[in-house]
């Protein structure tokens, strides 16, 4: 059955105007058309797809093949999204106004990423909790990938139900979903390794890698800069994590999340971390994102002073909505080693940490790190003790190349 019975009628006019090699006809046939496509938001997706497709040839390999849904997915607009995603079923209405009795027995949402409880009586603060996404920042080159997998290969080596320990964070055991967006899985597996002390210590069917992320959000571009809606890639992360159940998923790093998003823009971020938060709520799930920081908050840390707004580069939005962020730079006291501190803890206390030093072993060099002391909240300080005598501080870690071309 046609849907669009003016569709015949449009190419039978074009036609006879072709035929008729009559210009001005020609042009208001081609109007009529166009016009037709404007509103058909429908027609355009599927022209977007289809021309993406018939570009690519038949033994087109798969990634040239996501590559090019991922494109006509970013060249098409909202409405056209919108319009080929549309499920016939009427949009949802939004839930009415219930008491708080509601939830009165309702347990809070569980930590995912806390502080390691080292015994009786110790403080358990939170850093990341189920629906609370949380931020680990640092800048470039830090080890900020290399603690976030150390944290992963925790909650996999300590199995569901129980609990692992990572350099001085405790993490809730389970299967781990990670989005690596600069890595590789071969890359992911050698790290891995070593950061377990062997490829027979790691629990590799419950450690699970998205293979070339695409962006789970997208803006629509110039033309409408404040809209976002989620690309295809956020229902693959999504259906992997019904599939798998993981207790963390790890997303780095946050500037490769969404595309087509300036990096100041507020609007794009608060949608994309209220929609992180729903849906790993749904799904019972903690996610930890890595971050960079900013070239000013590197300065400052530099030279002695304390991690602030630039703590994660871009919006402010990022710090705003995560519900815990971590900083991890250079340790002041000691050249090759990393410090941490907790700047933001919604639902717990902030400014513990913890120090660490890198781990190394006799084949493969750097791996990893290594906790050599945790701080109680108030005592990280990132002021040197004095300074070299040459009146000059040089950042711990500066220069390394660990891991070929530098710890990440």
Do not use: C
């Amino acid at each position: 059955m046609n849907d669009n019975p003016a569709a015949p009628d449009r190419l039978a006019a074009y036609r006879a105007a072709r035929e008729a090699d009559n210009p001005a006809a020609i042009l208001a046939t081609s109007r009529a058309a166009l016009a037709a496509v404007e509103g058909d938001a429908r027609a355009q997706a599927l022209a977007f797809l289809r021309a993406a497709y018939e570009a690519l040839p038949n033994d087109a390999p798969a990634d040239a093949i996501k590559r090019a849904e991922a494109d006509a997915w970013r060249n098409m607009g909202r409405e056209a999204r919108a319009a080929i995603l549309a499920s016939a079923d009427p949009p949802a209405l939004p839930e009415p106004a219930q008491p708080l009795a509601a939830w009165r027995d309702a347990p809070e949402p569980p930590a995912v990423v806390w502080r390691h409880d080292d015994g009786p009586g110790a403080n358990r603060w939170p850093l990341a909790s189920v629906g609370e996404p949380a931020i680990l920042s640092g800048a470039g080159g830090t080890g900020k990938s290399y603690a976030a997998l150390a944290l992963a290969l925790s909650a996999v080596q300590a199995g569901e139900g129980s609990e692992g320990n990572a350099l001085g964070f405790g993490v809730r055991g389970g299967p781990v979903l990670l989005a690596a967006y600069e890595d590789s899985g071969p890359r992911l597996a050698g790290r891995g390794a070593r950061i377990a002390g062997g490829r027979d210590n790691v629990p590799w069917n419950a450690l699970h890698v998205l293979p070339n992320p695409g962006p789970l959000f997208v803006t629509g571009g110039p033309r409408r800069p404040g809209e976002v809606s989620p690309a295809p890639q956020w229902d693959t992360l999504w259906r992997t994590a019904e599939a798998i159940r993981p207790s963390l998923i790890v997303l780095d790093p946050a500037a490769e999340l969404i595309e087509g998003a300036d990096a100041n823009q507020p609007g794009p971020v608060r949608a994309f971390m209220r929609a992180l938060a729903a849906a790993s709520e749904r799904h019972n799930a903690g996610v930890l994102i890595v971050a960079h920081d900013t070239k000013g908050n590197r300065a400052t840390v530099r030279h002695g002073g304390a991690p602030g707004d630039g703590a994660v580069a871009g919006s402010a939005s990022w710090t705003d909505r995560a519900r815990g962020v971590a900083f991890m730079g250079p340790d002041p006291l000691a050249l090759a080693g990393r410090q941490i501190e907790i700047i933001k803890a919604n639902h717990g206390r902030d400014g513990w940490g913890m120090k660490l030093a890198a781990r190394a072993n006799r084949f493969d060099g750097f791996a990893g790190w290594q906790l050599t002391e945790a701080l109680d909240a108030g005592a990280v300080s990132w002021e040197p003790m004095e300074k070299p005598k040459n009146g000059k501080r040089q950042a711990a870690g500066n220069g390394s190349k660990e891991d070929g071309g530098g710890i990440v």
